[in-house]
């Protein structure tokens, strides 16, 4: 393949929030917005040392709050992606965006740089939630935000919700799922609450000043809104995401297909060559690193032997609807999965969580609920793991 | 040294009432340790003594204190077991002393235990110095706690002290009191020799360690020894004291009390109790019977994951070196494999045990409810003892059960009799007399101290009845027992199915018509425990194979991550990973995975 430039994807984590959410456990910043102008010249710095000319399929901004970016700034990151590698035409260039920071003239802007795919963090068309949730926007900027994006030109929408909330009840967690298709996005990614240790939220519910979340209530939610969504024409094509037909996210299908991508930016994750890396998680370290023109040096870079990447693409492609190819990885890897995890296949299959037809091995839907219960089955026993 | 300046003595006193507190204060004003040399509580040096607050070994020190009449006395302060679970260690303590520090907490009042060790320690002819303790603090109540000292055991105003081990008020006049009060011995240092063990404790490098007064007699290094009870003859290869830190000696004489390095292997060769003499032209009577405490309370001990297992018996043949009173037998277990029933003196015994060998030792065990043994007759007339429930006969063949009873003793503000005479009646109690502690122009705001007997089954003891009896005395009851003897029961086996599986570490004995309740508590209380499964799981209680309770665990629906972070995959794998380590941890019985503290759990319900 030499002189063919490899495909990748493309992550820029934007670290800053005008406010941290109660349930974020993820690396951002509230109170740094002036830091941005240096952030972003740290960026392409980084940009410009682990660039190989790539070509690139997917650019992804995400954060933190990738719309508190000014248009300016996002055309000025996309410059330097544009220059350093090869960006495929009709490449999907998406940018997540808080509806509490946007109006239509600003979506217009950066529609007009290029942005093709548009993803709001709704979480919520209750305000009452939304307010649990410590978000900045209600609900009614949430639709404005979907009416500007529409306007502004977007015709590939994500509107991320978050199910199994504190007090959430299967009647109100139908409110929003009916609300948000009228809204009729292309695309949904739909998360189950997960609590952090160290967040407020988890906190609360430590002290008993929120009530306990009822996972059987959080799974009836995620079967009410498999069943709603069905109806209404999505494909429920991940655990966690549907979408109309042709609007699957390519960004996130890359990681489901692990496959590699560069992740640039405070605390960004990278799958290149073999090996997983991860940038600082601290602000002030990924600012002085660039400003001082260092070498790039990851915080971690695991080198991933066969056995481990074996088990992870397996339990990565599970996650999707079709599930995995057995013959495609009996050509990649060389093994048949059905036989070098028969006693894990035999025992999901029984207990009903996966399921083998036409050549390939997928998660029931009962298995799409418990995945964590299979995957963790095909982790092999000592993961073969090299820091450097 | 002049016998006439010597002075034994031990302190009584209930767990919290300053007993280490007080053996610090005594330390510190006779110069044996500088304040800032002292840990906190000296005498107690077993990390989980500390952490506990009680003293499981008896220690001993040597005290040099210059007292008002101008001459130099040795006193020696002898630790004494501060649980129920060890009073025949304490017996053996009181015989070593002449006197004895009888330590109350002025705010809180004689405690059952207390009581039952000063009889003791009377019934020895020690002297005893009453003291009351904790006056420094608001809450202290010295003229009520006064008067029931005095109507208890009969001490007049002026023969109390008051003082504050804490502050060190009144710890002055206590030690002339020690001095003027407490007798010296009176052995003979001319006759064969005479010693009584109280405490032995093994050494890696010295082997035994034996903890003795000597009565009559004299002993030096090299001395052949003899243990007149136990048969075992020993050389010695070091004598000495503590003061606090052992400190050879040339020898140890009529009085003393002090150590001996005998090289012997195990303290199951040279137990507390015993009497030692000259191997050759030794004395003809021992200073006191000598018997082995018997193991009361049984449980299997067992490793979580099955190939512990050798490094349990390593574990427990260490800890046994150290500890005469723990027996064991290695038993195998169809749900939890190979590991060992255990024989112990008591519940607390069982914990300590339980919590050394997994912090010493790191293992992961698990333990099974705690019983007592049952001597069984069978149709064929055959008499068996039986320890662990997965063994007791088929009903078909049981003639008799007997089981061991106890006389209990409760000490409590006469407000709360009759929510715990409703308490013994439901764990079988059989009352026996009431006697009150105070006058009745005395009382306190929750009445007067009564003192209640019981008597009833040690197995309805070892279950939740001491915390139901604190809970329901909100604190204020305390307890002491002993064992009276073996009598007639009626009882059945219930066993407990996991996912249709029996598991022998659940099962226990018990009144039949008591059956269906205890049935439903435990089946109520694993199914709060164990995890929920891909799959259904029922848990019922049974007699034979009549099911008494059930209680069904839904199977699990949910177990998903959702968000992928900008393609962390890492973190998702590494969740992953503590997964499957927490699935390594638990039993699996019958396809169901067991979390070890579900055994806990269920050893602790009523």
């Known amino acids: 393949m030499i002189g063919v430039s490899k495909n990748i994807a493309l992550y820029l984590h934007i670290p800053f929030c005008r406010r941290k959410c109660g349930y974020c456990s993820f690396t951002s910043y509230a109170c740094r917005q002036a830091d941005i102008p240096a952030y972003l010249r740290a960026l392409k710095a980084e940009l410009a040392q682990r660039t190989n000319g790539e070509s690139v399929s997917s650019i992804y901004f995400g954060g933190g709050t990738p719309s508190l970016l000014m248009p300016e700034q996002i055309r000025d990151v996309l410059d330097t992606v544009h220059t350093l590698f090869k960006v495929d035409k009709g490449t999907e260039i998406t940018t997540e965006a808080n509806p509490g920071t946007v109006d239509e003239a600003y979506l217009r802007a950066i529609r007009a740089l290029g942005v093709n795919r548009l993803s709001l963090g709704v979480q919520s068309l209750n305000d009452s939630e939304l307010n649990l949730?410590?978000?900045?926007?209600?609900?009614?900027?949430?639709?404005?935000?979907?009416?500007?994006?529409?306007?502004?030109?977007?015709?590939?929408?994500?509107?991320?919700?978050?199910?199994?909330?504190?007090?959430q009840n299967l009647a109100s967690w139908r409110e929003t799922l009916k609300e948000t298709i009228d809204l009729n996005p292309e695309h949904l990614s739909l998360y189950a609450l997960t609590l952090e240790e160290g967040t407020s939220l988890y906190q609360a519910i430590e002290e008993n000043r929120l009530p306990w979340v009822d996972p059987d209530v959080s799974a009836d939610q995620y079967e009410l809104a498999e069943d709603l969504l069905e109806k209404s024409g999505y494909k429920h094509y991940e655990i966690s995401n549907w979408a109309k037909p042709g609007y699957e996210c390519r960004h996130n299908l890359v990681y489901w297909h692990n496959g590699e991508y560069l992740g640039v930016g405070v605390a960004a994750h990278s799958s290149l060559n073999g090996h997983r890396l991860s940038n600082t998680s601290n602000l002030d370290e990924y600012l002085a690193a660039f400003a001082n023109g260092l070498p790039f040096s990851p915080e971690m870079d695991e080198e991933i032997g066969v056995g481990l990447q074996l088990a992870e693409t397996v339990i990565l492609g599970l996650r999707l609807d079709e599930g995995i190819n057995l013959n495609q990885i009996q050509n990649c890897y060389g093994v048949d999965v059905v036989t070098t995890y028969r006693h894990q296949v035999e025992e999901m299959t029984e207990a009903g969580l996966l399921e083998c037809t036409n050549g390939y091995l997928k998660l029931t839907p009962r298995g799409r609920l418990l995945s964590n219960e299979v995957f963790w089955r095909l982790l092999p026993e000592e993961a073969a793991v090299k820091t450097g | 040294m002049d016998q006439s300046l010597i002075r034994n003595f031990c302190i009584i006193a209930h767990i919290d009432h300053g007993k280490s507190t007080l053996a610090d204060r005594l330390l510190e004003l006779t110069g044996a340790l500088r304040r800032e040399e002292m840990r906190e509580q000296t005498m107690d040096s077993m990390e989980l003594e500390r952490e506990r607050g009680i003293t499981i070994k008896a220690k001993a020190v040597r005290l040099t204190y210059k007292a008002s009449d101008g001459r130099e006395y040795r006193l020696n302060l002898i630790d004494t077991p501060g649980h129920v679970d060890f009073s025949y260690e304490v017996s053996r303590t009181l015989v070593a002393c002449e006197g004895a520090i009888l330590v109350i907490d002025a705010t809180q009042g004689i405690q059952a235990q207390t009581l039952a060790n000063v009889y003791m320690a009377m019934e020895h002819n020690l002297e005893i110095i009453p003291v009351l303790n904790k006056i420094d603090l608001p809450s202290a109540e010295p003229e009520r706690i006064l008067e029931e000292i005095k109507n208890v055991f009969g001490y007049k105003q002026g023969e109390v002290l008051l003082i504050s081990a804490k502050t060190g008020q009144g710890v002055p006049q206590l030690l002339e009191e020690i001095v003027n009060r407490i007798p010296p011995p009176r052995g003979d240092a001319t006759q064969p020799l005479r010693a009584l063990i109280f405490d032995s404790r093994y050494d890696a490098y010295k082997g035994v360690i034996a903890y003795l007064r000597v009565v009559d007699g004299k002993i030096a290094k090299g001395d052949r020894l003899l243990l007149m009870g136990q048969g075992t003859e020993m050389e010695v290869l070091e004598v000495g004291c503590f003061a606090p830190d052992p400190l050879p000696t040339a020898e140890l004489a009529a009085g003393d009390v002090g150590y001996v390095a005998t090289g012997l292997k195990s303290v199951a060769e040279c137990r507390v109790g015993d009497t030692v003499t000259s191997a050759v032209a030794g004395a003809s009577e021992p200073l006191i019977g000598y018997h082995q405490p018997k193991p009361m309370v049984y449980a299997g001990i067992y490793p979580t994951a099955p190939e512990d297992f050798l490094e349990?018996?390593?574990?427990?043949?260490?800890?046994?070196?150290?500890?005469?009173?723990?027996?064991?037998?290695?038993?195998?277990?169809?749900?939890?494999?190979?590991?060992?029933?255990?024989?112990?003196?008591?519940?607390?015994?069982?914990?300590?045990?339980?919590?050394?060998?997994?912090?010493?030792?790191?293992?992961?065990?698990?333990?099974?409810?705690?019983?007592?043994?049952?001597?069984?007759?069978?149709?064929?007339?055959?008499?068996?003892?039986?320890?662990?429930?997965?063994?007791?006969?088929?009903?078909?063949?049981?003639?008799?059960?007997?089981?061991?009873?106890?006389?209990?003793?409760?000490?409590?503000?006469?407000?709360?009799?009759?929510?715990?005479?409703?308490?013994?009646?439901?764990?079988?109690?059989?009352?026996?007399?009431?006697?009150?502690?105070?006058?009745?122009?005395?009382?306190?705001?929750?009445?007067?101290?009564?003192?209640?007997?019981?008597?009833?089954?040690?197995?309805?003891?070892?279950?939740?009845?001491?915390d139901q009896l604190k809970s329901r005395s909100r604190g204020y009851a305390s307890l002491d027992y002993e064992v009276i003897g073996y009598r007639e029961a009626r009882l059945v086996k219930l066993d407990v199915l996991v996912n249709s599986v029996s598991v022998d570490a659940f099962s226990r004995i018990v009144p039949p018509d008591k059956a269906h309740d205890i049935g439903k508590v435990m089946v109520e209380k694993l199914r709060e425990v164990i995890p929920r499964q891909l799959f259904k799981v029922p848990i019922q209680a049974a007699i034979g194979g009549k099911v008494v309770a059930r209680a069904d665990i839904a199977a699990k629906r949910k177990d998903v991550l959702a968000k992928c972070y900008g393609g962390d995959i890492t973190r998702k794998r590494k969740l992953l990973e503590k997964q499957r380590d927490g699935k390594k941890k638990m039993k699996t019985i019958g396809r169901v995975d067991v979390p070890k503290e579900a055994f806990l759990d269920i050893m602790k319900l009523g």
């Open chain 1, 133 to 167: 949730l410590g978000r900045i926007h209600t609900a009614a900027e949430a639709r404005t935000a979907v009416r500007s994006a529409r306007s502004a030109g977007f015709d590939n929408l994500n509107l991320d919700l978050i199910y199994g909330l504190p007090g």
């Open chain 2, 312 to 466: 349990l018996r390593e574990a427990i043949e260490k800890l046994s070196l150290n500890d005469a009173s723990l027996s064991y037998e290695q038993e195998s277990s169809p749900v939890l494999g190979n590991g060992f029933r255990c024989g112990l003196l008591g519940l607390l015994h069982l914990d300590i045990v339980r919590e050394r060998l997994e912090r010493e030792f790191g293992l992961a065990l698990v333990v099974t409810t705690p019983g007592v043994s049952f001597a069984i007759t069978k149709t064929n007339g055959q008499k068996v003892t039986v320890t662990n429930p997965g063994q007791f006969p088929d009903p078909s063949q049981i003639v008799k059960i007997e089981e061991p009873w106890i006389k209990i003793s409760v000490i409590t503000p006469s407000s709360f009799i009759g929510s715990l005479m409703e308490l013994f009646r439901e764990y079988e109690g059989i009352y026996k007399t009431t006697e009150y502690l105070e006058q009745e122009n005395k009382w306190g705001e929750l009445g007067q101290r009564v003192r209640m007997e019981y008597e009833m089954p040690l197995r309805s003891m070892l279950t939740t009845f001491y």
